[in-house]
């Protein structure tokens, strides 16, 4: 069995990237309003193409984020571990999300509802101009890395 302690989610959501720099009682707030779940080793927490409504963290075990291809094969692009963001497409249009989110292993998350982040944004618009700069680090830094991996294929 993964670790999996509940009522951490206020500790692994003040150690996340995404929240580094929001109110001790925001990040409670986000946690209080999240769920703590549990997933087995293959578990598919969401496929692409489906409706995005939550942003996930990882507390323990890794998630592979996959993308399929033409040919009926997928190609892992991204590999998160303890503390790392994902699903974070939930808060862009069209609320798709853009790969398969698979456990690699046990592996507990703590699934927060896209609903609760727009609430605390809308009462503090500061809290959505942090969280869409991070976003947007993740999203070059998930193009660079796809880059790498493209590049390391075709030699």
């Known amino acids: 069995m993964a670790e999996f302690e509940p009522g951490l989610a206020s500790d692994v959501l003040g150690r996340c990237e995404f929240f580094r720099d929001f109110d001790g009682e925001v ?77 690699l292993r046990e592996t507990a998350l703590v699934e927060v509802p896209v609903s609760v982040l727009e609430e605390i944004i809308e009462r503090d618009p500061r809290h959505g101009v942090k969280l869409m700069r991070r976003i947007a680090s993740a999203g070059v830094a998930w193009i660079a890395d796809l880059r790498m991996q493209l590049t390391a294929a075709l030699d």
């Open 27 to 103: 990040v409670a707030e986000i946690a209080s309003r999240s769920t703590e779940r549990l997933f087995d080793p293959g578990e598919v927490v969401f496929e692409e193409g489906d409706k995005a409504l939550n942003l996930y963290v990882v507390e323990t075990g890794r998630i592979g984020l996959m993308l399929s291809l033409p040919n009926g094969h997928e190609i892992k692009v991204l590999d998160e571990g303890p503390g790392e963001p994902f699903g974070w497409t939930s808060l862009s249009d069209p609320g798709r999300y853009v790969a398969t989110a698979r456990c």
